[in-house]
Structure formats: structure tokens, C-alpha cells
């Protein structure tokens, strides 16, 4: 099992819709957790921080599922310039200077 | 603020040619580092990380090496580039510490083409 898993997608979805991305990830020990963004050809610019009471970020929020050992991104209302791939990030415990990335969600919104 | 900056931004190289790739960052003090490559539509693959100046920590053997010369300054290098090698290699600082919150930061990346 990978470390951290994402459905690629793509996800194709109108503007206006609300969309969530689930990633699952393998070491129940994990201790941080983010949601990246990255436009094609570009470098991946954090999006938010995923707290255990889960945040939110005008229109995302992230949660984290510890049980299920998951983390999941919400986008609501979403817009044409929303579109690119989400990127899932794990830190695992005693190795805090090393993140895991997940492959990354494509979302497309649709005019 | 702190700024990373990579340079160059596009190269191509022959096959078995030399690599070095430069990665500064300003506004930050010993910070970790780190070189990730992803081939065309795949996920970041971690190649070093370095918590500081002459410590380094590859990931994954291959034909490639990496510096931390100064305290803000990260080189990767390759003697002879292989087709292979081709990818967008990004560095990346993070201000680390116990107990997780470990944020990246990327640099904009360079482009490589191995021909």
C-alpha cells in the first residue's frame, strides 16, 4: 500500500458545484498534514494546513479522519481559476524533516 | 519574507553531460532542504533533504549528488546526465522542528531535457 494515496481524477466539474477530494494515507502515526496546489508547469504553493478539529479557508475547508486515516478537501462554489491538481501532503512521525506527497487530484471546472 | 529562487529556469542537455542546478534562499536561517524531480505527469519524488550545511541525505541511488555549501545554498549535480534524468526539479525549504508543522515552500523550479 502507498504511503499516501489520492484519486488522480480527473474531476470535471461546473462552476458553482461544490467538490471534495478524499486521501488516504498508511502510517497511523502520521502528524501533519496539507493540501498543496499546483498549476500545470508550475511549482505546488500550499493551499492549508489540515488541523485535527478541521479549518477553513473561505470557500475550502480540510478535515482529518484519524480513525479512517484520511484528510479530506472541500471546495465550495467553485471557480475557473480553482482549476489544477491538488496535492495531499503527510508528514510521518520521527521523520520530521521529510514529507510525503501524495500524486495529486486534477479538478477541472468547466465554464 | 522569505524567497527561494532556482535558476536556470529551462536547460537542455545531452546525454552524459554534466548537471549542477542552484537553489538560494533568502530571509530564513538554517533552514531544511530539499531537491524533489517529477517527470511528466507524475507525483514529487524526493531526491535529498539537508538539515545543514554539509549534512545530506539521499533518498534515492542514482547519478545524481547533492551540496549544501553555505547555509542557504542548495546544488544538485549530476556527472553524465542520463535520458532518464529529464523532469522539473523543484527545491524546496521548510523551517522544520519536532512534532510535525512542517510546511514547504518551493522554488519555481528548472525544466530539464535530456536529449
Known amino acids: 500500500r502507498k504511503e499516501v494515496e489520492q484519486d488522480p481524477g480527473p474531476f470535471n466539474v461546473p462552476e458553482g458545484a461544490t467538490v471534495a477530494f478524499n486521501c488516504t494515507y498508511s502510517?497511523?502515526?502520521?502528524?501533519?498534514f496539507f493540501w498543496y496546489r499546483q498549476d500545470c508547469r508550475k511549482e505546488p504553493k500550499l493551499l492549508m494546513s489540515?488541523?485535527?478539529s478541521g479549518n477553513e479557508d473561505g470557500r475550502f475547508t480540510a478535515q482529518l479522519n484519524r480513525a479512517s486515516q484520511y484528510i479530506s478537501l472541500l471546495i465550495r462554489d467553485s471557480k475557473l481559476s480553482d482549476s489544477a491538481t491538488y496535492l495531499c501532503?503527510?508528514?510521518?512521525?520521527?521523520?520530521?524533516?521529510?514529507?510525503?506527497f501524495g500524486t495529486g487530484t486534477k479538478l477541472q471546472v468547466i465554464p | 519574507s522569505q524567497t527561494i529562487h532556482q535558476w536556470p529556469a529551462t536547460l537542455v542537455q545531452p546525454v552524459g553531460s554534466p548537471l549542477s542546478l542552484e537553489c538560494t534562499v533568502e530571509?530564513?536561517?538554517?533552514?531544511?532542504l530539499y531537491w524533489y524531480r517529477q517527470a511528466a505527469g507524475r507525483g514529487l519524488q524526493l531526491l535529498f533533504y539537508?538539515?545543514?550545511?554539509?549534512?545530506i541525505s539521499s533518498e534515492v541511488p542514482q547519478n545524481l549528488s547533492a551540496s549544501r555549501p553555505q547555509d542557504r545554498q542548495f546544488i544538485l549535480s549530476s556527472k553524465k546526465l542520463l535520458l532518464s534524468d529529464s523532469g522539473f526539479y523543484l527545491c524546496?525549504?521548510?523551517?522544520?522542528?519536532?512534532?510535525?508543522?512542517?510546511?514547504?515552500?518551493f522554488g519555481p523550479g528548472t525544466r530539464l531535457t535530456v536529449l
Open positions: 524546496a525549504w521548510g523551517s522544520g522542528g519536532a512534532g510535525g508543522g512542517n510546511e514547504q515552500f
Open positions: 502510517n497511523s502515526a502520521s502528524q501533519s
Open positions: 489540515v488541523y485535527s
Open positions: 501532503v503527510v508528514t510521518p512521525s520521527g521523520g520530521y524533516q521529510k514529507v510525503t
Open positions: 530571509g530564513t536561517s538554517n533552514p531544511n
Open positions: 539537508s538539515v545543514g550545511i554539509g549534512q
